[in-house]
């Protein structure tokens, strides 16, 4: 665990917090280096400042390295999908990555935008680590095997990392305890009192 670098893909400030939040402050407990990657801005009146400042902290709280290099506006990552494969390939040879997680593809256009680069950057003669998709909203997730990340010590740190989307709470677009009662159904499924699923791409497994 130590050794283990994860690159975590968000189309939209709070994606990472929703989605895997739990299992990134279950890695950086553990001595791995998160660094997480914001591919879009705000859109309109989104209050850019605002919505940077939550995304620090909310990471802040889970332990993770915060970033930004947006090649689109919020809903329009697919007209940019070029130029953000092209950048987080670069990123990606700098980083090394062990594990890169992206949302799952759902009915919003940059969740699908961003799965698609995910496996653009997980080509096996560029990248050789596993690639996982996490659950980026209240949607099924797709038919097939999941792996499921026990969260229960560090659900307390990802409910603080929501509660610091402040403008996305007042705007209706977020609700923490909902994403909790998501977390506790992911947990029934597993047997733990919470969790988050993933939907494993392509996953590295080292047997003891």
């Known amino acids: ?8 893909l968000a189309a939209h ?24 990657e914001l591919v879009t ?15 620090k902290r909310a990471c802040a709280y889970l332990g ?16 940019a999908i070029t130029e953000t494969v092209q950048m987080m390939d670069a990123i990606c040879k700098r980083v090394n990555p062990t594990v890169i997680l992206a949302p799952c593809a759902s009915s919003h256009a940059d969740h699908r935008a961003l799965q698609s680069i ?18 980026a909203g ?5 038919d097939g095997p ?25 705007a209706k677009s977020l609700d923490p305890l909902a994403v909790e009662q998501v977390d506790r159904v992911n947990g029934l499924r597993c047997g733990h009192p919470t969790a988050e699923v993933f939907v494993p791409y392509r996953m590295l497994w080292e047997p003891v």
Do not use: N
Request: proline residues 4%.
């Open 1 to 8: 665990m130590p050794s283990t670098t994860v690159l975590v």
């Open 13 to 36: 400030a709070d994606d990472e917090t929703w989605g895997c939040g739990g299992s990134i402050a279950k890695w950086t407990a553990a001595g791995a280096s998160v660094r997480v």
């Open 41 to 55: 801005r705000p859109y309109g009146d989104g209050d850019v400042a605002v919505r940077a400042q939550e995304f």
């Open 64 to 79: 993770a390295e915060p970033y930004t290099h947006a090649c689109a506006t919020d809903g329009y990552l697919w007209k």
């Open 118 to 135: 995910a496996i653009a950057l997980a080509r096996p003669h560029r990248y050789s680590g596993s690639l996982l998709f996490y659950q």
């Open 138 to 142: 209240f949607e099924k997730q797709d």
């Open 146 to 170: 999941c792996v499921y990340v026990d969260i229960t010590d560090t659900r307390a740190a990802k409910f603080k990392a929501l509660l610091c989307y402040e403008s996305q709470i007042e």
